[in-house]
């Protein structure tokens, strides 16, 4: 008996056709107790192609779709920043302009400077502080402010600077370069 469905059908409709079911499996070898697979199903394997033998190959809208998704790809890894603008970015700890190449900072300026509180004049600062080794590239506050920095040299670790920002003529926070 053949079921009808209750919605209309197109003329051109034709039903799907029963396909060959899978193949038997052989019957499944006895696990050894307590070994390798005990209490387990068997897997049933595809099976594998001769050597020689025609491998089915991808549809071509397949392989187009593929080609294409790697062609994108490959347009995102050259030009990781298109429509960015192209300028060329400084280095963040790069001098820009030489103060005072003997300058460096003693434990003692460190302390003082760890005491003094934020939006303190620039001009208390720099009575302690003296003159910076360099100064570098604007950056930025947490607050994401503009802010000038001087560079000090540590003299105990010189390859460690010590980075004061200035929010106009504030004192602004500190920050450490690890060289």
Known sequence: ?????PYPVSSHYRPPQPSPG???LDPPAAPMPGGYGAGRPPVAHPPRAAYGAAVPRPQSRQVLMAGGSMLALAALVITPKLGQSQEQAVEPFTCIKQEQTQALLSRDQLKQLLETDLQAPRATVKEFLRQPYCVLSPGKTEAGQPAEREAYPLEFDPQTWLVV??????YAGYDFRFR
Request: glycine residues 8%.
């Open 22 to 24: 899978p193949r038997p």
């Open 1 to 5: 008996m053949v079921k009808r469905s």
């Open 165 to 170: 920002l200035y929010e106009g003529d504030r």
